[in-house]
Every structure is written in structure tokens, then in C-alpha cells.
Nanobody, 119 residues
Framework: QVQLVESGGGSVQAGGSLRLSCASSEYTALRNCMKWFRQAPGKEREWVATIRTGVIGVIRSYADSLKGRFTISQDNAKNTLYLQMNSLKPDDTAMYYC??????????WGQGTQVTVSS
């Protein structure tokens, strides 16, 4: 069974940074399209970022509200997906999930890692 395992969440003050990681034993098969989502308490799940690797190279895309603060990346030598989050705000408080596989790159989900930003 495919597993995605997130880590790196925690508590940070506003303005701080965190780097989330997502690892999988099946990473090589999954890496061509991976995403990050988040869900805050009482709110709908929100797409955060996507990284796709194809014949034209690597394409990264972000939710408009997060551009410039969040960066999605991969280290294929470490079989790991990352989400670098800078200038964090209390509104960034949420459970963060990585996903992979399937036409929408969302067939598999990790268990999530909690990010809490205090003002």
C-alpha cells in the first residue's frame, strides 16, 4: 500500500518559517506530480501548490494567495517533497497534506502535519 508521510509541522510565531516534508517508499513512481493541500478547522480543504515533471521540465504552481511566500520543491536523491513556508501568518494555521498519483495527483494522501501560527 502506498504511503505518504508528512513531517515538519509545528508551532511558530507570525513571520516565521517552516519546511514541510513528504516522503514515500514509492516516491520514484509518484514524483512526476505531487501536491500540497491544507485544511483549517471549520474551513474547506484548500489546494496549496503543485509540482509536475514532464518533457518540458518542472512546473510549479501555487494558490494565488500564497505566491511569493510558499515554495514547493523536490529532492529526488532523498525521495522527498518539500513545502517551504515563509512569512507565516495566523491564517496559515491548518493541517497540511501531501498528495500524489492519478489524473489529479490526488489518489494518495498522507496523514497530514499540523502547522500552527500564533500572532
Amino acid at each position: 500500500q502506498v504511503q505518504l508521510v508528512e513531517s515538519g509541522g509545528g508551532s511558530v510565531q507570525a513571520g516565521g518559517s517552516l519546511r514541510l516534508s513528504c516522503a514515500s517508499s514509492e516516491y520514484t513512481a509518484l514524483r512526476n506530480c505531487m501536491k500540497w493541500f491544507r485544511q483549517a478547522p471549520g474551513k474547506e480543504r484548500e489546494w496549496v501548490a503543485t509540482i509536475r515533471t514532464g518533457v518540458i521540465g518542472v512546473i510549479r504552481s501555487y494558490a494565488d494567495s500564497l505566491k511569493g511566500r510558499f515554495t514547493i520543491s523536490q529532492d529526488n536523491a532523498k525521495n522527498t517533497l518539500y513545502l517551504q513556508m515563509n512569512s507565516l501568518k495566523p491564517d496559515d494555521t491548518a493541517m497540511y497534506y501531501c498528495t500524489a498519483a492519478g489524473p489529479s495527483c490526488t489518489d494518495y494522501w498522507g496523514q497530514g502535519t499540523q502547522v500552527t501560527v500564533s500572532s
